[in-house]
């Protein structure tokens, strides 16, 4: 039988950027197909639900903790580029950023963009991550599946039904194993150079070093959720130990031992406000688990 370590009653916390949430009742992190083929054989014999976790960089975990398996899937890493042909395949647990950079390395323009996400290349499909306009659909080929009921499956990109911060993934209880890239040739130094000055944009212009998830609420576009926040003096107003950042205003950090609950209720803070000055309704953009 092959070996894995599950572990019972782990914080969630340390497996989140907010670093907030309760106890997974299990938790494992395969680094190969064969660990997370046993999981998937080992929940069903089980019967327990299963919950799967990227880098933990758009997620809220309830503080009261999550049944069944969380299945993290961040050392699950690998990455084969070819030059000649511009086609990188891409396990799910590589980090976004190291993919970026391994991209400008090899010559290869398209995903200069990515690189301050700090996010899994599965949870960038799963959400069809973006920024500068970019976005992972874009550049994406085809993505390899695995259901909970063991089921292989290759999905193109037409079959995904991409929208902004959209694919039909969401919906769907599938573990993305993999992608499948195409960029295009270029000069090597000139998009290192570009992907560098968009890592010292993002530092510059967003909470880098803070405890945060990433943008909190999805652009009612053509508007932007952080102008909206802002022209309401919302900046640096807080809930218990969350709070809206000073320097990017759809940004909410864990100031202080923030709790679940003190980030749920900043948001429908900022929703009721924001509802009630313009009659916009501003969508989470972050996902929710254990509630």
């Not at 395969?30 to 997370?36: F, V």
């Not at 503080?63 to 084969?80: A, E, Q, T, W, Y």
């Not at 980090?95 to 996400?117: D, F, N, Q, T, Y």
């Not at 960029?183 to 998009?191: C, N, P, V």
Request: positive net charge; proline residues 2%.
């Amino acid at each position: 039988m092959h070996y894995i370590q599950l572990e019972k009653n782990i914080s969630l916390a340390n497996f989140t950027t907010w670093r907030i949430g309760g106890p997974a009742e299990w938790i494992a992190q395969p680094k190969n197909i064969e660990e997370i083929q046993y999981l998937i054989n080992w929940i069903n014999k089980k019967k327990i639900r299963c919950n799967i976790i990227g880098a933990g960089s758009n997620l809220l975990i309830n503080d009261k903790g999550v049944k069944g398996l969380s299945l993290c899937m961040r050392n699950f890493k690998g990455i084969k580029i070819d030059k000649s042909t511009g086609i990188i395949e891409v396990f799910s647990g590589e980090m976004l950023p190291s993919l970026a950079r391994k991209a400008a390395a090899s010559g290869l323009h398209g995903l200069e963009w990515a690189v301050g996400i700090p996010g899994t290349i599965g949870g960038a499909v799963v959400m069809n991550a973006g920024a500068q306009e970019h976005c992972i659909s874009s550049y994406l080929e085809s993505i390899t599946t695995l259901s909970l009921t063991g089921e292989y499956k290759i999905l193109k990109r037409k079959d995904l039904n991409f929208g902004y911060r959209y694919s039909l993934l969401q919906n769907e209880n599938l573990i993305v194993l993999s992608a499948r890239l195409k960029l295009e040739l270029g000069h090597a130094e000139k998009i290192r150079q570009i992907t560098n000055e968009n890592l010292n944009h993002r530092l510059k212009t967003q909470p880098y070093s803070a405890q945060t998830c990433g943008s909190v609420f999805r652009n009612p576009e053509p508007l932007k959720a952080a102008k909206l926040i802002e022209e309401l003096g919302l900046k640096g107003f807080r809930c218990g130990g969350a709070e809206i950042s000073t320097i990017h205003s759809n940004f909410i950090i864990n100031a202080n031992k923030a709790s679940s609950s003190d980030v749920k209720e900043l948001i429908k803070y900022i929703q009721k406000k924001v509802l009630d000055a313009y009659g916009i309704l501003l969508e989470t953009e972050v996902k929710q688990c254990g509630f």
